[in-house]
């Protein structure tokens, strides 16, 4: 079986790990005030506390982090010409890889959303229905969505976008 890979979009995930970043700063500068009310002045063992509780406050962001692209890293894509698979990387101290096959017949609409940053980045989501059962398969921060798309549509056998020509 030939398997092509749908490339994801990098940009996708620098966008997120940023949010994360700010979002776990932001909590942890706010439970660093609430725990030590640095409002008054520090004196050395309160010092040394504070330096302890950053220094457990940047381990676990790394383990986080590192969670976060593990995660991120572990769901793949591919595409056949009959079918369209998702790999997904179990959670867990020895992890393994689960796959879904889809097949391409199946497939009774795509809808690609996209965020302001995503359109600027030429990134977005497809979801997919699939008959029967209207079961629905979303494709994350998918690389230029709109090639996917056509070339779903085309594979199935559905005009969906119309190519622009000049007059």
Do not use: C
């Not at 676990?60 to 079918?83: D, E, R």
């Amino acid at each position: 079986m030939d398997k092509t890979p749908i490339p994801k979009s990098q940009k996708a995930f620098e966008y997120k790990f940023k949010v994360f970043t700010i979002a776990y700063g932001a909590l942890g500068l706010f439970v660093t005030i609430m725990i030590f009310n640095l409002s008054r002045s520090l004196n050395i063992d309160e010092f040394i506390d504070l330096l302890l509780a950053t220094i457990v406050l940047l381990g676990l962001y790394l383990i986080f982090a590192t969670s976060f692209w593990y995660q991120w890293q572990g769901t793949k894509y591919y595409i056949t010409p009959h079918a369209l698979i998702v790999k997904n990387r179990t959670k867990g101290l020895f992890p393994s890889y689960s796959e879904q096959i889809y097949t391409l017949n199946n497939i009774s609409s795509a809808n690609i959303t996209k965020s302001g940053y995503a359109e600027r980045n030429n990134y977005g989501d497809i979801t997919l229905t699939l008959q029967p059962g209207n079961q629905q398969v979303i494709l994350s921060d998918i690389d230029n969505p709109q090639t996917l798309s056509s070339n779903l549509s085309k594979s199935i056998g559905i005009t969906t976008m119309r190519e622009k020509s000049s007059i």
